[in-house]
């Protein structure tokens, strides 16, 4: 980030409603919000659930989706970055991308997913066609492993960002699943291109 634009982030983040409530009400990120505005109008989360969070620190996520499918269920996380740690979230720190690092969160869930969520989003280059590329590629590890692990009948939020792979990723959604609805809730900032793809009642093909 140049110095100018890390002046400009630090404004934002200084106006930001969510910013403020986060650190008001002591939560890891104001992207928790994102989750439990998606939550309200979906109910994705419930009580018993077992949930996979895909790019998870610092933790917000994570936070919002261990309260809710308490009790009896639980939450399984990855990130490469490091992230304290959270009652009913099981972490596993390292690069998803990595079929070993997949192996293991499989191994740590021991059995079908409810749900899963990926909120990966790569480190920006500034370079739009690279970063679209790995932003795409992010989201299709996402599927590749829902689609391992979901029961018949499970859910998929997976984090994408507007552009011509758009189209592809949610034609390869709606083979595997019965519906599938794109989200941009209003805690995701206006000038991100962030959307989110909701795919729900997975069936194997
Ligand atoms: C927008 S942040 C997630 C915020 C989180 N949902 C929360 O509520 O606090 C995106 C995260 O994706 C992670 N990430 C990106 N690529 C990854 C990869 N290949 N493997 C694991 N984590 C990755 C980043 O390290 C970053 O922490």
């Not at 917000?60 to 740690?85: I, N």
């Not at 390292?94 to 499989?106: M, N, S």
């Not at 679209?132 to 499970?154: Q, S, T």
């Not at 939020?157 to 011509?164: A, D, N, R, T, Y």
Request: aromatic letters at 6%.
């Amino acid at each position: 980030m140049s110095r100018a634009s890390s002046r400009r982030w630090l404004a934002r983040q200084r106006r930001d409603p969510y910013v403020r409530r986060a650190r008001e009400e002591g939560r890891r990120s104001r992207a928790g919000y994102k989750l439990a505005e998606l939550d309200r109008r979906d109910r994705l989360l419930r009580p018993g659930m077992v949930v996979v969070d895909l790019g998870a620190a610092p933790g917000g996520w994570s936070e919002y989706a261990a309260g809710r499918v308490a009790p009896g269920g639980r939450v399984v996380a990855v990130d490469r970055l490091p992230m304290a740690p959270i009652a009913g979230v099981d972490f596993v720190q390292g690069d998803f991308t990595e079929a070993a690092v997949a192996e293991t969160v499989r191994a740590r869930l021991g059995g079908p997913a409810d749900l899963v969520l990926s909120d990966m989003a790569p480190s920006l280059s500034g370079v739009r066609d690279r970063d679209r590329a790995l932003a795409e590629a992010l989201a299709l590890a996402a599927i590749d492993f829902a689609e391992g692990v979901l029961r018949p009948g499970g859910d998929l939020l997976v984090k994408v960002f507007e552009g011509p792979e758009l189209a592809a990723l949610r034609a390869r959604l709606g083979a595997a699943f019965a519906a599938v609805a794109t989200r941009k809730p209003p805690a995701s900032r206006a000038r991100s291109s962030e959307l989110y793809l909701l795919a729900r009642h997975y069936s194997h093909v």
